[in-house]
């Protein structure tokens, strides 16, 4: 299936180092999530890269909007790695591991009252 991009909705500039130092901008895009055409369908999310390879686009599929947008932003992260290892580079944005694009979310004592993180028990039991 060909997939639209639509309205993009998350942008980053990453850089593609090669071993001799310079560097190449690569653009990650995110299209805004939409629901799936197909009957039972449930949502999904263009995402595209351009500048390392491969610039069609591609989706994501979930149950929701929000995980068919999360599981874009996963697959971006392999896709990258993959592409950066046939490439020959190495990927940077800040410095920051796995580009910024890992969350997370098991921070000790820093979930908000009421919210259940994974490993914890809720108020209710």
């Known amino acids: 299936m060909i997939y639209q991009l639509g309205d993009i909705v998350a942008e980053r500039q990453v850089d593609a180092i090669a071993e001799d130092g310079s560097r190449t901008p690569v653009v990650l895009r995110i299209g805004n999530p939409l629901p799936d055409a197909l009957p039972g369908g449930d949502w999904y999310c263009p995402h595209q890269i351009l500048g390392l390879g491969d610039e069609a686009v591609r989706a994501s599929f979930g149950v929701d909007s929000l995980q068919a947008l999360l599981l874009s932003v996963y697959?971006?992260?392999?896709?990258?790695?993959?592409?950066?290892e046939t490439a020959s580079v190495r990927l940077d944005w800040l410095g920051q591991p796995d580009l910024g694009l890992t969350v997370d979310p098991e921070v000790p004592g820093r979930l908000p009252p009421g919210v259940v993180g994974p490993g914890s028990r809720s108020s209710r039991e």
């Open 75 to 84: 697959a971006l992260r392999l896709k990258l790695a993959e592409r950066a």
